[in-house]
């Protein structure tokens, strides 16, 4: 039948679609980033191994983020880079994408040095909180689309 959307799947492997990939790399991000707050949680921890355990997750959570980020940004803009404020998922995605930078400026303040430095940590706190906000922004300008994207199907009457 004309118009009919193909049946929902729960797993599906398409390593050529920007999107599918920038699903995949976004939640081996956030599985990384709960490794990183479980080690967080650990005490009497040294330098050394608060670097290996938190922080390189840390790190590597965020930089999956930026990749993630980043080929949203392909998706929709279906080529190399766009400018297009008229688009709620160009705004989506560019919000996501500012989250992602504040997550990895985070990751880097979130370094421990040997000799503690107090403003980093207030600063990775503040970076996070950024990113957070940016995360949780663009999950909310997602909502109007959702509902267009409603008013736009075919009703089954």
């Known amino acids: 039948m004309a118009g009919q959307r193909p049946a929902w799947r729960w797993f599906a492997w398409k390593p050529r679609n920007a999107g599918y990939l920038a699903s995949l790399i976004q939640f081996i991000g956030t599985l990384l980033f709960n490794v990183n707050t479980g080690d967080a949680l650990l005490t009497g921890l040294d330098w050394v191994e608060k670097d290996i355990l938190i922080w390189a997750p840390n790190m590597a959570g965020s930089l999956c983020f930026l990749a993630a980020s980043y080929l949203a940004l392909i998706e929709i803009s279906h080529g190399w880079w766009s400018f297009e404020p008229r688009q709620i998922s160009w705004w989506v995605v560019m919000v996501n994408l500012a989250g ?58």
Do not use: H
């Open 100 to 157: 992602s930078v504040a997550f990895q400026i985070s990751a880097l303040y979130g370094f421990f040095p040997r000799l503690p430095v107090v403003s980093w940590a207030w600063d990775a706190n503040l970076w996070t909180l950024i990113g957070a906000l940016c995360f949780f922004i663009a999950s909310y300008l997602m909502l109007p689309e959702l509902f267009d994207a409603d008013a736009r199907a075919p009703s089954k009457a």
